[in-house]
């Protein structure tokens, strides 16, 4: 078992920015993968961004490449997903996430909210 806890969300206006911590515990080595996933109301979870944790290959969705960067403290166990140039449309629940293999995400956390007012 992984437990997930995301934390740094917050409000913030159009053009700043928040930086997301997720914090891992339990069987951690099972990792393969961590990735950030988001949830606006109405809508249906949607992909961000993950890192493979041996590699460290990286991919982004399209709409946030350039603006978010997703990254590991492997020492601490830590994932992060630091967002620059926010938009409204960015908005949203966020949430980590860890797959054991490349085809399947095995655990989430709760989620922290992201608000951005233009």
């Known amino acids: 078992q992984v437990q997930l806890v995301e934390s740094g969300g917050g409000s913030v206006q159009a053009g700043g920015s928040l930086r997301l911590s997720c914090a891992a515990s339990?069987?951690?080595?099972?990792?393969?993968?961590m990735g950030w996933f988001r949830q606006a109301p109405g809508k249906e979870r949607e992909w961000v961004a993950t890192?493979?944790?041996?590699?460290?290959?990286?991919y982004y969705t399209d709409s946030v490449k350039g603006r978010f960067t997703i990254s590991q403290d492997k020492a601490n166990n830590t994932l992060y997903l630091q967002m620059n140039s926010l938009k409204p449309e960015d908005a949203a629940m966020y949430y980590c996430?860890?797959?054991?293999?490349?085809?399947?995400?095995?655990?989430w956390g709760q989620g922290t909210q992201v608000t951005v007012s233009s």
């Open positions: 339990g069987n951690t080595n099972s990792a393969v993968r």
């Open positions: 996430a860890v797959g054991r293999t490349s085809s399947q995400w095995s655990y």
């Open positions: 890192i493979y944790t041996g590699i460290g290959s990286i």
